[in-house]
């Protein structure tokens, strides 16, 4: 199993993870940032929405990630980016590549988005936010 993997299993999994441990932290680091900025190129975000993504991260840490200068991300991070990962993933199973990548930024006829694109309404309500996309996903993933 990944790294990556792993931190994506520790939200699910019957014993999750301690993303408040700093040794946990530092070995998810390095695969959750290589799978953020993955994912923000094919969804085709500014450097803008990801960073806000991330929680409104200041422009040098950002681009210290993007660099790969800093190496450990905090617990809300982390959060964020599994977050993100499962929605990755969930949009990928349930649509095409071309449309699962552009999901995000279409806008959005489900009430829960009131007619904007989904990573408005995830920029706009932060990790709650991204718990209901993924939430709303998954359920469709489910035939829900």
Known sequence: ???????????????????????VQERLSASAISAFFKLTQAWQLRDEAARQLLGGVSNGVFYQLKQG??????????TRISLLI????????LYSRKLADA???????????????????????????????RQLLDARRGGL
Do not use: C, H
Request: net charge positive; hydrophobic share 50%.
């Open 1 to 23: 199993m990944t790294l990556l993997q792993e931190a994506v299993a520790g939200f699910s999994a019957a014993k999750a993870i301690d993303l408040s441990a700093r040794d």
């Open 69 to 78: 200068q800093k190496k450990s991300l905090d617990q809300d991070k982390l």
């Open 103 to 133: 999901w995000v930024g279409l806008a959005n006829s489900n009430p829960m988005f009131e007619g904007e694109a989904p990573v408005r309404y995830m920029i706009k309500g932060g990790v709650p936010a991204l718990v209901r996309v």
């Open 86 to 93: 499962g929605i990755f993933r969930a949009l990928n199973i």
